[in-house]
């Protein structure tokens, strides 16, 4: 009977932040064949003598140069034809990371990356597209959740940079006036006293989610 190979388990990470109120994920482009100079997300193999946080962990900090971020695990992707000629079965993940985080702790890697709009996803090899579109899918039902919120918004923000988020997400426009109304009265944000000056347009308050707020579904 012939032997089958041995079975790998690889960790898949689709990274998330805010650009200016631009939804936006973490891409790497593949070097080698097959597909080579298609975008992929990050990955790595898990080892025999680690479990699946540490192996996220070392992808963070040794492949991406991000020393912490939220993750949440998704699904695990098992086709038998998803790699050409290796048993490869994924375990995908969701991560998100504010941007100031991102802009003030991130360090240089040789790996090549690059941030796209959630709308402007590229060409992707194997199965990352139908991977990232699903937790994109995920990312949206978990924005209802005001702790997603504050994770991606840790400091001041307005409420324009909000709704965007939201309409990105949610795929559809929302009114500006509607939605500025309902987010004040859920009562979860203060207004800091001060405004976003220095921007094109006219300066828009900033605000900030208050530090004790119950866990709770937005909209």
């Known amino acids: 009977m012939e032997e089958k190979p041995n079975c790998i388990i690889e960790s898949l990470l689709s990274l998330f932040t805010i650009d200016k109120g631009i939804v936006k994920v973490l891409l790497t482009r593949k070097k080698d064949d097959p597909y080579k100079g298609y975008w992929m997300l990050p990955n790595s193999i898990l080892k025999n003598d680690e479990d699946l946080n540490t192996n996220l962990n070392e992808l963070l900090d040794e492949k991406l140069g991000i020393q912490k971020a939220y993750i949440e695990q998704g699904n695990v992707y098992s086709d038998i034809n998803r790699m050409p000629s290796k048993r490869i079965v994924a375990i995908a993940s969701i991560g998100l990371i504010d941007p100031i985080t991102l802009k003030l702790k991130r360090e240089e890697r040789e790996i090549e990356t690059e941030w796209f709009k959630i709308d402007e996803i590229p060409k992707m090899a194997f199965d990352h597209e139908l991977v990232v579109k699903e937790n994109i899918e995920k990312l949206r039902n978990r924005l209802v959740n ?3 919120l504050k994770i991606l918004f840790p400091s001041d923000f307005t409420l324009p940079e909000v709704q965007k ?10 009114d500006r006036r509607n939605f500025r109304k ?3 009265n859920l009562g ?3 207004d800091t006293g001060y405004k ?3 921007f094109n347009g006219r300066p828009a308050k900033l605000y900030r989610f208050k530090d004790k ?5 937005l909209f």
């Not at 988020?165 to 929302?174: A, G, M, N, R, S």
């Not at 707020?213 to 579904?217: G, L, Q, S, Y």
């Open 182 to 184: 309902k987010f004040i």
């Open 188 to 190: 979860l944000i203060e």
């Open 146 to 148: 005001i702790e997603v």
């Open 213 to 217: 707020i119950e866990e709770r579904v």
């Open 165 to 174: 988020v939201f309409e990105q997400i949610l795929d559809k426009k929302l």
């Open 196 to 198: 976003n000056e220095g």
